[in-house]
Every structure is written in structure tokens, then in C-alpha cells.
């Protein structure tokens, strides 16, 4: 087991790894990232992180040098040279070393700098427990959620209220009090048998991870509606969960410090996970894992 980084191109352990300190991403956030992992040793959904990450980059005006054999390429090498049973894989683009510590891209001569972290797999959340916080998510017109940049101040700041709150993750809100997402997962709501989650429009990150699973839900005839929802909705709802390429479904057992029912997860959400994990271990193993392998 390894915590190893890749350098631009040089793979080695994470401790060791450097970047100078004009680098854009270190100095202002300027960069984005994917986090995908592995299931039964193949990297699941990576197509869908990699056309992200380049939607991305178009939206940070950041001119990709990498195509994405060459990207699944680093990425192999590096989760080879770990030997992981299975891994947490971390891909960052930095705008590269700036000519002096000024944001005005005139001084951002690149090329970009590319960093993939792998590390064994943590094991998820069993549950959460959510706190609905003050702090708003970014507005669309500041830097849109929707892409997946280095700058995550506002969560960390986030998670930490929560955190001072005895919760264990945060559900941030828009300036109109409509429920968006939490740290780093997106959420979903049960109410009379219907599944809502809020609609990408109301500033939300695209997750793979959430797309996957309105799909897979509606497959297997579950009612499920991209709506607004309010802080009270969450509050009232029979069962509430959270999605995300590490939690897959994690149950939320508290909101604000209240249980939801009994405090315990929920039948739906319980039975939810394990149907899930289970589509994405075939899919990772007869999809994802051969078109792995094709690029390479």
C-alpha cells in the first residue's frame, strides 16, 4: 500500500512530491480536479469524470496539453506503482508556474502542471449527520459550482461550522434558501415515496456519481424529480441521503441535530446502497475496466 503522487509524468511518493511556489493552483486556487476510484481494481466512471474535467477547463479558459489517453496512461502507471487493492485516485490541472504572484493571466506563461494523487481507498461513511449552515454556496455569476476548481474555501469553511455543530457534513443553501449541496457529495430527498434532489440550475455541481443514480433509479421505476427544496423539506423529509463517487449512498441520520425518523438509516436508502454498489461493481467490471484497457 502507497500514497504516491504523479508529477508531470515522474511518479513519486506523495511526500516527496514539490511544486514551486508561483504555481497558480497554490497561489489563487487556479485549477481543477477530478476524484474518481477504483472497483475491483478498474477505474469506475472515467469517461464521465474526464468530459468533466475538460468542461472544466473550459470554463476556467485552461487549454488542456493532455489527451485523455495520455491522461488514463498517468493514471495507470501510477495506481500499477502503488499495488492497491483498491484506490482513491486525485487528478489536479494547475494554469502551471506563474512569471510573478499576480493573477492577471499575462503572467501565466504555463505549461500546465499535472498532479495525480492515488492512495488506498478510505472506507466510506456508514451515515451522516447533516447541518443545514448560514454560509451560502457560491453564486453562479461569482465562479460557477459546476466547475470543479481548486477553489473550495467556502466548503471548508462549510464542513468546519458543521463540524463545530456535532455534524459530520454540511447542506448549503442559495441566497433564495433553496437546499443545494453538501461539502462534497450531492443530496437526495424521499417524501411520499418520490425521490427529490435540487435541479442543477440552482448552483449545484454535476455529479457523476448523482447522474448515475436518477438514472438507475428511474430505471427500476422510482419516481425522481429535480425540484427546489427547502431548508424545511429537508427537515420533514422520511429519509434523506447523500451521493458522491466516494460515498456512493451514505443515509443521513440527523438534520440540525434531529433525527430523521427514528434516527437510524432508512429502509429505502439502506436498500438503495446496496443495489447501487452493486450496478456499479458489473458496470466498472464489464464497461469501465475493458475501455480502460483499449486506451492504454
Known amino acids: 500500500m502507497a500514497n504516491l503522487c504523479n508529477l508531470d509524468g515522474e511518479i513519486v ?14 497561489l489563487f486556487g487556479d485549477s481543477i480536479y477530478e476524484v474518481v476510484r477504483t472497483r475491483g481494481g478498474a477505474v ?17 479558459g485552461l487549454r488542456l496539453d493532455l489527451d485523455d489517453a495520455a491522461i488514463v496512461r498517468r493514471i495507470d502507471a501510477t495506481l500499477r506503482a502503488a499495488g492497491n487493492a483498491e484506490s482513491y485516485v486525485r487528478l489536479i490541472v494547475t494554469r502551471g508556474t506563474g512569471s510573478a504572484p499576480s493573477i492577471d493571466l499575462g503572467a501565466a506563461p504555463g505549461p500546465l502542471r499535472w498532479i495525480v494523487l492515488v492512495r488506498e481507498l478510505p472506507p466510506g461513511p456508514m451515515t451522516a449527520r447533516l447541518q443545514i449552515i448560514g454560509r451560502l454556496r457560491n453564486d453562479r455569476r461569482a465562479l460557477d459550482p459546476a466547475i470543479k476548481s481548486g477553489n473550495y474555501l467556502n466548503n471548508v469553511l462549510g464542513l468546519a461550522e458543521a463540524k463545530a455543530a456535532g455534524a459530520t457534513d454540511c447542506l448549503f443553501l442559495d441566497a433564495q434558501g433553496h437546499a443545494t449541496e453538501a461539502s462534497t457529495s450531492n443530496v437526495f430527498l424521499l417524501r411520499s415515496g418520490r425521490l427529490l434532489t435540487p435541479p442543477l440550475g440552482v448552483g449545484i455541481l454535476a455529479g457523476v456519481t448523482r447522474a448515475l443514480l436518477i438514472d438507475f433509479c428511474r430505471a427500476r421505476g422510482d419516481t425522481v424529480l429535480e425540484a427546489d427544496v427547502t431548508a424545511d423539506a429537508v427537515r420533514t423529509a422520511d429519509e434523506v441521503f447523500l451521493s458522491s463517487t466516494l460515498r456512493d449512498v451514505t443515509p443521513v441520520t440527523h438534520v440540525d441535530g434531529m433525527p430523521v425518523r427514528d434516527g437510524r438509516p432508512g429502509p429505502f436508502a439502506e436498500r438503495l446502497r446496496a443495489e447501487f454498489a452493486a450496478a456499479c461493481d458489473r458496470r466498472a467490471r464489464d464497461q469501465d475496466g475493458p475501455a480502460w484497457r483499449s486506451v492504454l
Open 13 to 26: 511518493p506523495e511526500a516527496a512530491a514539490r511544486i514551486p511556489v508561483l504555481d497558480r493552483g497554490f
Open 44 to 60: 469506475f466512471g472515467w469517461r464521465e469524470h474526464l468530459q468533466r474535467l475538460r468542461a472544466s477547463a473550459d470554463g476556467l
